[in-house]
C-alpha cells in the first residue's frame, strides 16, 4: 500500500488564541476536498493548542506540539508531558526539531527518549533529522543525519512500534526559514537514505511504512516537485504555513494522485 501523503504546518513561535481560532476557521472549509488524499497535521504552541485541538476535533485535521518532556509529571520546571498533551487533545508532537536541537540544545538521546514516550503514549511524533550548512559543504549530511536516525532507534524497537507509528522529516537546517530550500534532488537523495537506514534497522515492511517528510522553506512554486519524489511523503512547513491562502493551497496541491 501506497504511504499516505501529510502535509504538516508548524507555526512554531507564532498565534495567539484569537489568531489560532481565526486561521482554523478560515483553513477547514478550504481543505474539506483534501482529506481523501493527504493527512493534514497543525503544530501549534501550546497555549493555543487546546483551541485549535476543539475546533478540529470532529475533522480528520492532527493537532500536535511541538515539543515535550519525556517524564510524565513531577519536578521540571517549564515542561509538559504526554499526558497534558492528549489532555489537551493533541494526537502528534514534533521532536527534535533542529531550533530544539541548536537553541535550546537537545540531544540524540533526549530526541529519542521523546520519540520513545510518544509511541508509548499514543502521540505521533515526527522525529526532525537535519545537517547544517557546514557539514553539508564538509561533505557530511549522511553522517550527521545518519547518526540522528540511528540514535531514535536506541529508544525504539522498529519491530515493536511497525512503520506507521512514527514519521521523520528530513529538514537540512540551512534551508529552514532561509527561503533557499533543498533541490528535489537532494531531498530525495537524503530521503532515500533514511529509507534505506530504516531498511537496515527494521526490515522492508517498516521501511516501506514510515513517512518520510521534507521541511525546509517549502513553498507553493516549489512544493510539486519536492513531493513529487519516490521517497518523500509531504512536507513540514514553517514560514508558508502561518497563511490560510499559502497552506491551504499547499495541502490542495499535495491531495492530488501522485504518478
Ligand atoms: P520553514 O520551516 O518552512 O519556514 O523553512 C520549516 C520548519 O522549520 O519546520
Redesign the pocket.
Given at each position: 500500500m501506497a504511504r499516505r501523503p501529510m502535509m504538516a504546518a508548524?507555526w512554531?513561535m507564532n498565534k495567539l488564541i484569537s489568531e489560532a481560532e481565526e486561521y482554523v476557521e478560515g483553513l477547514l472549509p478550504r481543505i474539506s476536498d483534501a482529506h481523501e488524499g493527504v493527512d493534514v497535521a497543525i503544530f501549534a504552541p501550546f497555549t493555543c493548542l487546546g483551541a485549535v485541538a476543539r475546533m478540529t476535533q470532529d475533522t480528520p485535521v492532527l493537532v500536535g506540539a511541538q515539543n515535550f518532556y519525556y517524564e510524565d509529571s513531577g519536578a521540571f520546571t517549564g515542561e509538559v508531558s504526554a499526558p497534558m498533551l492528549k489532555d489537551l487533545g493533541a494526537g502528534a508532537v514534533v521532536i527534535g526539531?533542529?531550533?530544539r536541537r541548536e537553541i535550546f540544545g537537545e540531544t540524540d538521546e533526549a530526541v529519542a527518549l521523546k520519540a520513545a514516550r510518544a509511541v508509548e503514549a499514543g502521540l505521533l511524533p515526527i522525529i526532525?533529522v537535519g545537517e547544517t550548512k557546514e557539514e553539508r559543504d564538509a561533505g557530511k549530511m549522511w553522517e550527521k543525519v545518519g547518526a540522528q536516525v540511528r540514535a531514535v532507534f536506541e529508544q525504539l524497537d522498529a519491530q515493536q512500534i511497525g512503520g506507521g507509528a512514527i514519521v521523520f522529516?528530513y529538514?537540512p537546517v540551512w534551508?529552514?526559514?532561509?527561503g533557499e530550500?533543498a533541490t528535489p534532488e537532494d531531498a530525495q537523495e537524503a530521503i532515500g537514505k533514511i529509507r534505506d537506514l530504516l531498511r537496515e534497522i527494521g526490515g522492508e515492511d517498516f521501511a516501506r511504512e514510515v513517512r518520510i517528510l521534507y521541511?525546509?522553506?517549502?513553498k507553493a512554486d516549489n512544493v510539486d516537485e519536492i513531493i513529487a519524489q519516490e521517497d518523500v511523503d509531504g512536507g513540514?512547513?514553517?514560514?508558508?504555513?502561518l497563511e490560510v491562502d499559502t497552506f491551504a493551497k499547499l495541502v490542495n496541491g499535495a491531495s492530488k494522485p501522485r504518478e
Open positions: 508548524n512554531k526539531h533542529s531550533e526532525c522529516a529538514e534551508a529552514i526559514g532561509t530550500s521541511g525546509g522553506s517549502i513540514l512547513v514553517g514560514g508558508a504555513s
